[in-house]
């Protein structure tokens, strides 16, 4: 039970590590556009 307890959590870490990187990246690319359409105006 503890190892299935612990199997499950670190693949919760994993999956929010890799969320947060995507969201992160999306982030900085929405930023990017706006600050190019800001530019171009």
Wanted: aromatic share 0%; glycine share 2%.
């Amino acid at each position: 039970m503890v190892d299935m307890v612990t199997v499950l959590a670190g693949v919760l870490n994993v999956v929010m590590v890799r969320l947060r990187a995507v969201v992160c990246r999306e982030t900085v690319a929405v930023i990017a556009e706006i600050m190019t359409v800001v530019a171009i105006l």
